[in-house]
């Protein structure tokens, strides 16, 4: 009996022995302010991609868009080992009730809304970042000296998220609705003014859209003749042809409407013509 309660020990205790450090923790999301924009209502997860533990030393640090430290917090007294696939929540009271969730820790550092910086950080090594808003001086971590690069600020009650691990925050992190403990896979959410959902409808038109109607006074353009005209073109080699088609060669339409009145005339002038009294047949 001895000897088998010695295997099961030495079973249980082996993955915490091949337990790797801090650096296969990533945050995952990060609210900064509660349904109703209490900042008092704020979290932040992180996800464990490997089996790994956390230290005493380690601490969630957020700075200012300028990169001063604004704060920082310790969510574990004594090392504490998580195994892969591990979402670790660090939320106040306040996050706890407006989101409906219990959390490993209760700690979290003020975070800014409109701009600001979150890190992961184990004794004097940042493992991971994240830069939302305007920021002036972006704080890097190991696996990502040189991007500078921001996500859009959270709005409050929705999450940063990440959905990307290619150490380049712009494109890890979007807007979401919050699922914690759960991967990111919430309804996302992008503003009604970015991008080109902000150009007016119809914009690329809207110079053949304010064109006057037909039967008021003005010129074409001979070199853009619109596909819905339908007029008679002066043919450079004689004669008339039907400008048609979108991209076929066209003058004014005045000059066509003329080109018109001269056939009608010439048309008119070749019917014959009977005087009264005279007799039929005899042209005058």
Same mark, same amino acid.
């Given at each position: 009996m001895l000897?088998?309660l010695a295997?099961?020990?030495s079973v249980?205790a082996?993955?915490?022995?091949a337990a ?18 209490d900042p008092?209502a ?13 230290f ?9 868009p300028?990169g ?7 969510p574990?007294?004594?090392t504490t080992?998580?195994?892969?696939g ?12 407006a989101?409906?969730?219990?959390a ?6 003020a975070?800014p ?7 992961l ?17 972006p ?5 990502a ?6 996500a ?5 009650g929705?999450?940063l998220a990440?959905v ?8 890890d992190?979007?807007i ?7 991967p990111?896979d919430?309804q996302?959410?992008d503003p009604?003014?970015?991008? #080109? @959902? =902000?150009?007016?409808? *119809?914009a690329?038109d809207?110079?053949l $859209?304010?064109? +006057?109607p037909?039967? !008021?006074p003005?010129t #074409? @353009? =001979?070199a853009?003749v *619109?596909?819905?005209?339908r007029?008679? $073109?002066?043919? +450079?080699?004689?004669g !008339?042809?039907?400008?048609?088609? =979108? ?15 001269t056939l009608?005339r010439?048309?008119?002038? =070749? ?10 047949g005899?042209?005058?």
């Open positions: 000897a088998r295997v099961a020990a249980i082996a993955p915490r022995a790797a450090g801090v650096s296969v923790f990533r945050l995952s999301e990060v609210v900064t302010a509660g349904p109703t924009g008092a704020r979290y932040v997860e992180l996800e464990a991609s490997g089996d790994g533990c956390l005493p030393s380690t601490v969630v640090r957020a700075y200012g300028d001063a430290t604004l704060g920082d917090a310790m574990f007294a004594s080992c998580f195994v892969a591990s979402f670790l929540l660090f939320a106040t009271p306040a996050a706890q009730a989101f409906q969730t219990a490993d820790a209760a700690l979290v550092p975070l809304a409109a701009a600001g910086q979150l890190c950080v184990s004794s004097t090594t940042r493992y991971d970042c994240v830069r939302w808003g305007a920021i002036t001086q704080v890097h971590d190991l696996f000296p040189a991007d500078d690069t921001s859009l600020a959270p709005p409050g929705l999450a990440r990307a691990d290619v150490n380049v925050v712009e494109v992190w979007r979401e609705a919050p699922p914690p403990r759960a990111n919430g996302p959410w009604g003014d970015a991008g #080109v @959902d =902000a150009a007016p409808p *119809d690329g809207a110079g $859209d304010a064109a +006057p037909i039967d !008021a003005f #074409v @353009d =001979a853009r *619109d596909a819905n005209d007029f008679l $073109d002066l043919d +450079p080699r004689g !008339a042809t039907c400008g048609c088609g =979108a991209g076929a060669p066209g003058t004014s339409l005045g000059l066509a409407l003329v080109v018109l009145a009608g010439r048309r008119r002038d =070749a019917t014959p013509r009977v005087r009264l009294g005279a007799r039929p005899r042209r005058r």
